[in-house]
């Protein structure tokens, strides 16, 4: 379930010193995109450096994070999943209660007002379930901006609620047949969109991959969940905790969580891989236990892929999960050896689903799923004395007709 | 050097006082042989340059009739090695003309950069155009292609002001490659007028020949751009010609070449009569 560590670069001094200047973590990262989107890519990073610096967009920005968002989310001793466990602590973050009921939020926040910032009018985005389009909708009925999400028509079937949420806020949902007609495609399209729309739109990605800057800026804009924390168990605890997990797909959540801890030597970050039917099946997510690096969507990272390099179908129960890349940084982490990537089945998921469920009273997202999942390992590792923060990314609302299929059940 | 091929062939047609036509085809679509017969007709239909995509599964910058190339030519097994054993079988019978291929990074980065800038070299490919390999992530790839002596092509576009029309330039040899529409393969329509000081600019910045490509599907629309231009560069309306021949049960290659034939008369009558460009 471990993977290895194929390569050992020199471990960093500063692991919150990157990316470089060209976008890069180690060999991971980079800005592979056509030339037409290049000057688009600078006048981003340029306006995005400007707006952190800028005290008056942070506090913008903290302002609509605590009011709307609602924001700090609660960091929670789970008493019966560590009873139940029988070994360390479990604290989960509640990135569920969010508005609109996941973490994706804190990000379209951030870059809705940097669209603002840079005078754009119009506002595009990929999504595979449908979270990123809804937070990404939510946000654009807000700020009253016009708002396009591309949607593999796959997905557009299977996730028909989201389908009319998106629609409810306003948004235009445009169906995309292209390819494998899922995630990855959209997010082709979504690039076809900006490259033909150079002037006037805004492309919102809501994963921390993508060209330069986005994993850095989509990155800051979750470590929101990573600050919170640690100064949470800091009060609760008195120290820091003993490891901090969540699951990945393309890893905005976990980087949110695991950024602000990097530093801190002693606490074990672990990401949850998406393993689907199994990693000795072609049915799985993980994009670093079971791909290889190579270069997709603007960025040099893990992918799965065949021999020769074309893009495979990636397949989790968790729509959030089912992308057959992960952010540089995730890929960077691995390959240093800080961060530790194991995975979780479509079985094991939904295991933990249940017993979230029964013993907490919080039905847990499917992507969410997949961390607590290998919850009984770590919490065994660490030992009754042990502490572990896992964000809880989502709320499972969404995920009952699934899990109810699955479980040969009617929703 | 195979690089020297473009060159010869730019002096060439300079001599003439004629644009370059270049036809785009996909390696592969439909398939490897038919693919082949049509690489090896397209001089003698008047082709001046070839350009031969490489199927990729997730091609970003392309709209949808060269995606459905793709795809086509992926269904019936076509790979990067295939696509370099249709240049060795093109080189078998035509020295002259250059070939250019063109396609997306990951398949280079899976093969390994220098590996295949020898292996292209080898199987007589003059130069490369990666599309989503801009200046800022180039440099490996510059240096493999400067050892092999096969030509860097780069892309510049109605987004690249006079400051990055610079980093555009530095390392290209060949021709720079004019993207005339903001947008993906085959979908908008370059007008001649709009390109013009365009391609202008970037040939004075380059001192390279200067190919426009994006938005051209006729003979009229080719025409006007081999006008202002030194090549003009058909891709889309070439592989929608094999998507319409197997709809309508018709010889593909028949089909291709004779859409190529009325592309290159229009851009090789276009300058008659004028002096100058």
């Given amino acids: 379930m471990n993977a290895s560590h194929p390569s050992s670069p020199t471990r960093p001094n500063d692991y919150t010193a990157y990316p470089d200047a060209n976008g890069r973590f180690g060999d991971y990262g980079g800005r592979y995109v056509p030339e037409t989107l290049m000057p688009l890519v600078h006048e981003l990073d340029a306006a995005y450096r400007a707006a952190k610096a800028d005290e008056g967009f942070q506090a913008e920005l903290g302002g609509f994070l605590k009011h709307y968002v609602g924001r700090p989310s609660p960091l929670y001793f789970a008493e019966r999943l560590t009873a139940h466990f029988g070994g360390a602590k479990v604290y989960l973050k509640r990135e569920e209660l969010n508005h609109t009921g996941a973490h994706k939020i804190n990000n379209c926040m951030g870059q809705i007002l940097l669209a603002m910032r840079m005078g754009k009018t119009r506002i595009i985005a990929e999504t595979g379930a449908g979270q990123h389009g809804v937070a990404t909708a939510t946000v654009c009925a807000r700020f009253g901006l016009p708002c396009i999400v591309y949607m593999g028509a796959v997905d557009v079937e299977r996730q028909k609620p989201n389908v009319f949420r998106m629609n409810l806020l306003g948004a235009e949902v445009r169906p995309v047949t292209s390819g494998s007609a899922t995630l990855k495609d959209a997010m082709n399209e979504a690039l076809r969109d900006w490259v033909t729309n150079v002037e006037d739109t805004y492309y919102l990605i809501g994963s921390a991959a993508g060209p330069h800057p986005y994993p850095e800026m989509v990155r800051d804009f979750q470590a929101v969940i990573g600050v919170e924390s640690r100064a949470q168990i800091l009060e609760m605890e008195g120290r820091l905790p003993d490891a901090v997990v969540a699951c990945v797909g393309g890893g905005s959540n976990a980087i949110g969580l695991f950024h602000p801890f990097l530093n801190d030597e002693g606490v074990k970050i672990i990401g949850v891989e998406a393993s689907g039917h199994g990693m000795g099946t072609d049915k799985h997510a993980a994009a670093i236990n079971g791909g290889r690096p190579g270069v997709l969507h603007g960025n040099k990272t893990y992918l799965i892929q065949d021999p020769e390099g074309q893009i495979t179908e990636a397949h989790s129960i968790s729509a959030g999960l089912d992308y057959p890349g992960i952010g540089p940084e995730h890929a960077w982490l691995h390959d240093v050896g800080r961060a530790t990537y194991l995975t979780a089945t479509d079985d094991e998921a939904l295991e933990a689903f249940q017993l979230c469920s029964r013993l907490e009273g919080i039905i847990p997202a499917l992507e969410s799923s997949h961390a607590l999942a290998r919850l009984p390992e770590i919490t065994k590792d660490l030992g009754k004395d042990g502490i572990v923060v896992l964000n809880l990314s989502g709320r499972g609302d969404k995920d009952v007709a699934t899990v109810a299929a699955h479980l040969g059940r009617e929703a | ?277």
Wanted: glycine share 8%; charged share 20%.
């Fill in chain 2, 1 to 277: 050097m195979s690089k020297d091929r473009i060159d010869a062939r730019f002096a060439a047609l300079k001599a003439e006082g004629r644009a370059a036509f270049v036809a785009y085809v996909m390696a592969g679509d439909p398939d490897a042989a038919t693919a082949a017969k049509i690489l090896a007709g397209l001089p003698g239909a008047g082709a001046d340059l070839i350009e031969l995509g490489f199927p990729f599964s997730d091609p970003m910058a392309e709209g949808p009739p060269i995606q459905r190339a793709a795809q086509r030519a992926l269904a019936n097994g076509m790979t990067l090695k295939g696509t370099l054993a249709l240049a060795r079988g093109f080189r078998e019978t035509d020295q002259a003309t250059p070939l250019i291929l063109m396609g997306y990074m990951n398949l280079l980065v899976t093969w390994g950069i220098e590996a295949f800038a020898h292996d292209a070299a080898e199987a007589g490919v003059d130069g490369l155009i990666v599309v989503d390999c801009p200046p800022e992530e180039a440099e490996p790839l510059a240096d493999a292609l400067d050892a092999a002596g096969v030509s860097l092509i780069r892309l510049a576009t109605p987004t690249s002001d006079d400051a990055r029309l610079k980093t555009i330039i530095r390392r290209t040899s060949g021709f720079v490659y004019y993207v005339s529409v903001a947008g993906v393969t085959g979908v908008k329509e370059a007008e001649a007028d709009v390109v013009a000081p365009h391609v202008a600019r970037v040939r004075k910045a380059s001192g390279l020949p200067v190919a426009v490509g994006f938005g051209i599907k006729t003979p009229e629309r080719a025409a006007a751009i081999a006008r202002v231009a030194d090549a003009a560069v058909v891709g889309s309306a070439l592989v929608d010609a094999v998507a319409e021949a197997m709809e309508m049960n018709e010889d593909v290659t028949e089909r291709v070449l004779s859409k190529v034939s009325s592309l290159a008369k229009a851009v090789r009558s276009a300058r008659v009569g004028q002096t100058t460009v």
